[in-house]
C-alpha cells in the first residue's frame, strides 16, 4: 500500500508524522474523500473546490492548485491499482511547538493522502438497504467546514453501530441536520424529495448536489427544506448520500420500518442515475 505525505509517495509503514503537528494536537486541519469507480474519480472537481473554500474558512493556505491535487489523486490511484473506494485526502495547520495560536507563517501545512478499497456501487447493502439511529447533534456550530475535528460524529456513528445500524442522523431543535458522514433525504408520500437546505449547520454536500441535479433533471420535485425525525418516520422512502456510499436506501429509522422495510422504487431510480453518471 502506497501513500502520499509531503510531497512523497512511500509505503504505508514507513510514513509518519510528528507528535507536535496540530492536525494530532489541536484536530487543527480539513479532510476530503472522493469516490473512485471503474479507476477513476468522481465528482472529483466539486471535493476539491470544497476543500478549498475549507482550507480558507480556517486560513490555511492550500498547498495545491486543482490540477495538482487531481495529478497528485490519480498517481496515488494508480499505484495503488485502485478500481473502487475513496481517496482520502488531509491538510493541517503543519508542525509546531504546542500553542493554540497560529505558527508562525512559513510554517509548512502537513499533507497526507491515502486510498482505501471499498465496495461503493457493488454495496451489497444498498439491495437490503441501511437502519439508521437517531442522535442528538453535539457538533460545533460550522459544520459547512470539513474539519477532522470528528469526535462528535465517532461517537454517533458508535452508538448507530452498536444498536446495529449503519448511520446516524444527528438532530437538532427537533430537526433532522445530517448523517454522521453522509446527508439525510427523505422523499414524502406525495413523491417529493426532501433535504435540508444549505447553511452553517451542516457539510453541503458533493453527493447531494449531484442527486439534486439528477432528480430534477428528471423532473422530480425536489425541497429544499428542515425535516423532523417525525416526519421521517412517516416518509414513503428515506435514503443518505455521501462520496463512499452514494445513495443509500433506509429502510429502517429508530427500530421504524421505512416505506414497507425495502429499499423504495424512488430511491433506487436515483441511485441507478447517479452510479450512471459516475461510471
Ligand atoms: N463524509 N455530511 C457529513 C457530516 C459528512 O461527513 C459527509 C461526507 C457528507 C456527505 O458529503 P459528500 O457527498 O460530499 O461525501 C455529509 C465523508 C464521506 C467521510 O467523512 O468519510
Known sequence: RIVYVNG???PYEEATIPIMDRGFLFADGIYEVSAVLNGRLVDNEAHLARLDRSLAEIGIRNP???AGWT???EELVARNGLK???VYMQVTRGVAERDFVFPS???PPTVVMFTQAKSIAANPLADRGAKVVSVEDLRWKRRDIKSVALLAQVLAKQHAAAAGASEAWMHEDGFVTEGGSSTAFIITQDGRIVTRPLSTAILPGITRRAVMRLAEEQGLTVEER???????FGAAEAFFTSASAFVMPIVEIDGRRIGGGQPGPLTRRL????????A
Open 105 to 107: 507563517d512559513g510554517t
Open 71 to 73: 495529478r497528485l489523486e
Open 8 to 10: 512523497r509517495f512511500l
Open 84 to 86: 473502487e473506494g475513496v
Open 64 to 66: 495545491h492548485d486543482a
Open 226 to 232: 428542515a425535516f423532523t425525525l417525525e416526519e421521517a
Open 271 to 278: 441511485r441507478g442515475l447517479y452510479l450512471e453518471m459516475a
